[in-house]
């Protein structure tokens, strides 16, 4: 099946632990995205990529970390320095390749961080 | 500045009752695109529309359809005869034209419908 994979779904985490979220695509899509939503406060942009081994941060990446060494992988990593971190984050992307690229994104399911 | 503004937080219907969620932006670019998203239950936003700025022509998809008024700068989002289905959160969006190969989305902060039976 082709789209975006975000794993894990849920996941706990005690105080001053960092924590990894995985995204993988398999849809070709150079950008990539995650996006952290609060009850209330719509989506937030953390980080971007637009190419491999190139990122972005977006308006709120305090405490939070990416890499992209692969055009397929996006892994998310939630600091201890990120000071409220419970939240749902969503993984996506753009296939901003081609010259009418039209800004749609394509999202995983989400991972659902809880710190105890 | 640019910003998308779904005044309505929380609607609540019941089925078959029509219903409209409003979307106003605001940019300074004159190509730009516009979007709704509908984020259910499960989490994962799933994509209804595409809308660019020099198409004003309102669309209908089955029971879903969208007014884009440049005038107002408004894009609004009409369900007809609602189902306990639409139950979700629906998010307007708004995408410039690119400064270079960056494109990102500026997002209202949605609208919670939900369709009691």
């Known amino acids: 099946d082709g789209g975006i994979t975000q794993s894990p779904k849920y996941l706990f985490r005690k105080e001053g632990q960092n924590v990894t979220l995985s995204c993988e695509q398999n849809?070709?899509?150079?950008?990539m995205y995650w996006y952290r939503q609060d009850p209330g406060q719509g989506l937030r942009l953390i980080y971007y990529?637009?190419?491999?081994?190139?990122?972005q941060k977006g308006d709120i990446a305090e405490g939070y970390s990416v890499s992209r060494e692969k055009k397929e992988s996006f892994p998310l990593t939630v600091t201890s320095a990120q000071k409220n971190p419970t939240a749902f984050y969503l993984c996506?992307?753009?296939?901003?390749?081609?010259?009418?690229?039209?800004?749609?994104?394509?999202f995983g399911e989400g991972s659902r961080l809880t710190v105890l | 500045a640019q910003k998308v503004t779904q005044a309505q937080t929380e609607i609540s219907v019941v089925e078959k009752e029509d219903v409209t969620l409003d979307c106003v932006y605001e940019t300074r670019d004159t190509t730009y695109y516009l979007f709704w998203y509908k984020q259910p239950p499960s989490g994962e936003l799933v994509f209804l529309i595409r809308r660019n700025s020099f198409d004003e022509q309102n669309e209908i998809s089955g029971r879903y359809s969208w007014n884009f008024q440049k005038s107002t700068s408004s894009f609004n989002f009409t369900i007809t005869a609602s189902q306990v289905v639409d139950s979700a959160v629906y998010f307007c969006a708004l995408s410039e034209a690119p400064a270079g190969n960056n494109r990102k989305l500026i997002w209202g902060l949605g609208t919670s419908l939900a369709v009691n039976p």
């Open positions: 849809l070709n899509h150079d950008a």
């Open positions: 990529s637009q190419i491999v081994n190139d990122f």
């Open positions: 996506a992307t753009m296939n901003d390749r081609y010259s009418d690229n039209t800004g749609e994104l394509f």
